[in-house]
């Protein structure tokens, strides 16, 4: 039987819209092009590897990244299972075992009799036919990928549009590189857990939420106020005559964030706000957190410590935090571009292209930003799918849900100063009655939602198998 689905992309988001089909008795075609063809940024050839950090935020309830999980965890995520499965010490944080994860996600899905896996580089894209695709390329999307993408978005715009463009790619390979349609991310550095100087340190959580589980390295003013200015004079990775910078404000490199400000840094990745060392019952100066890297708890990485420095500086300079003088780095932070869609221009809020609407995209090419978000649009796009494999009209997820909000955010944002976003309460819609205190709010916010997804999921789950059907009632309540 041939493949109802075709899914570009094993990350997060082909993954578990690949697992969605599946449980719909839908038959997938999934194609990776890891091992033939590599990235900059990823090291193994395995299905969800997580390159950037390995933190699916915040498991607090009643906040946004806690809501988006829940809502995933009703509507039956393989990769939110998983993630548990493998989850590693981090406070409040969801984090994982990030080579465990990666590995038990490929298993799952390898092993899954309706999906097939294609491991080749995918350079066209169907835009006739009766099969489904799913664009869930990610931001490493290939040249050649890119530039397919770019011919079917253009196809269907003016000529003023072609010259604006609706993709970036690397212009080397001729592919419309539009000045707003991308941003640089970064990766932060990881350390050898036996190099850290425990002495020197302190374990703790900010404000005490959750189980003391990162490491601390204070500093007072002066130890802040010399690290700040070796980094500031420490060496860039030259930049490319084609590159043109372009950072996402949210995960900014460390460097950048100190240009901004002798005290920004303070106020960003070194807050000392909420983390009172015990053994002398003041605030630092200024903190740098280690956060638990895998289950064997060897390595730790340093959160939000993104960089694009010299290899050579970033030992330099990060071994002047204390704890950290005598550091094994097992990872430099490093730098890679994050390619994604015009969605306003493009989508709907079912992730279907408008003028093509049997090809959806979900992931961080749709314009999401995170993780759990990838996964969660992932998911909306293998269920979307399913239905349109069958000939149904997809039904999209209800507004005031995080599932909701995030895709009306990406079909309905300004698409002149289009960016990436993480799941927010600023993206889910007001309470229609003013609730000053901002925790109660949220905790209404939280209540609406998840009533509403649950109606829209009884609607959904009848796509499914009786018995995984039931499951999925089971797991609500």
């Known amino acids: ?42 090291q193994t050839a395995d299905f969800a590897e997580l390159v950037c950090s390995n933190s699916l935020k915040s498991d607090s309830e009643n906040t946004a990244p806690w809501l988006l999980k829940e809502e995933m965890r009703r509507a039956g995520s393989l990769l939110l299972q998983i993630a548990r499965e493998c989850a590693v010490p981090a406070g409040h944080a969801l984090a ?10 490929t298993e799952a899905i390898s092993s899954e009799p309706r999906i097939t896996v294609r491991r080749e580089e995918v350079t066209w894209i169907e835009e006739s036919g009766d099969r489904v695709t799913i664009v869930a390329s990610g931001p490493l999307t290939s040249d050649a990928l890119a530039g397919a993408i770019a011919r079917l978005n253009i196809s269907q715009r003016s000529p003023k549009g072609v010259e604006e463009g609706n993709v970036q790619a690397n212009p080397q390979a001729g592919v419309p590189a539009p000045h707003n349609l991308y941003f640089y991310d970064s990766i932060s550095p990881i350390v050898e857990a036996d190099s850290i100087d425990m002495s020197c340190v302190y374990m703790a959580a900010r404000y005490d939420k959750g189980s003391p589980d990162y490491i601390n390295c204070p500093m007072t003013r002066e130890e802040y106020d010399a690290f700040y200015d070796a980094l500031l004079a420490a060496q860039s990775v030259e930049e490319r005559k084609w590159e043109n910078l372009n950072y996402f404000e949210s995960c900014l490199p ?11 840094l303070r106020f960003g990745p070194m807050k000392p706000v909420g983390l009172k060392d015990p053994r002398t019952g003041r605030m630092p100066y200024a903190v740098v957190q280690l956060r638990q890297e895998n289950l064997r708890a060897d390595s730790y990485n340093l959160v939000g410590f993104q960089n694009h420095l010299k290899f050579g500086e ?11 003088e005598k550091a094994r780095f097992l990872r430099y932070g490093q730098i ?3 390619t994604y869609i015009n969605s306003p221009e493009l989508l709907s809020e079912t992730l279907q292209i408008k003028a093509h609407p049997r090809i959806l995209f979900a992931g961080q090419i749709c314009g999401v930003e995170g993780y759990v978000e990838s996964i969660a649009t992932g998911l909306l796009a293998g269920i979307y799918a399913a239905a349109l494999a069958r000939r149904d009209e997809p039904l999209p997820a209800p507004r005031a849900s995080a599932f909701g909000s995030l895709t009306h955010y990406v079909s309905h944002a300004d698409a002149k100063n289009f960016q990436p976003a993480n799941i927010t309460f600023d ?11 901002r925790k109660e709010r949220h905790r209404m916010q939280c209540e609406r ?29």
């Not at 082909?14 to 940024?41: H, K, N, Y």
């Not at 997804?453 to 059907?469: M, N, T, V, Y």
Request: hydrophobic content about 45%; proline content about 5%.
């Open 1 to 42: 039987m041939s493949a109802e689905v075709r899914i570009i992309g094993a990350g997060l988001a082909g993954s578990e819209a690949a697992w969605q089909c599946a449980r719909r008795d839908i038959e997938v075609e999934l194609f990776e092009m890891r091992p033939v063809r590599s990235t900059p940024a990823h």
């Open 96 to 105: 994982v075992d990030r080579v465990a994860f990666a590995a038990k996600v």
């Open 254 to 264: 460390i460097e950048e964030i100190a240009r901004r400000g002798r005290d920004t």
């Open 314 to 324: 970033q030992a330099r300079v990060l071994r002047m935090i204390p704890g950290l």
């Open 336 to 338: 890679h571009r994050n």
């Open 427 to 437: 993206l889910l819609p007001p309470l229609e009655r003013k609730v000053g205190d």
């Open 449 to 477: 939602a998840l009533a509403e997804f649950d109606r829209w999921l009884e609607q959904a789950a009848c796509e499914l198998k009786p018995e995984i059907a039931e499951t999925r009632r089971t797991a609500t309540r």
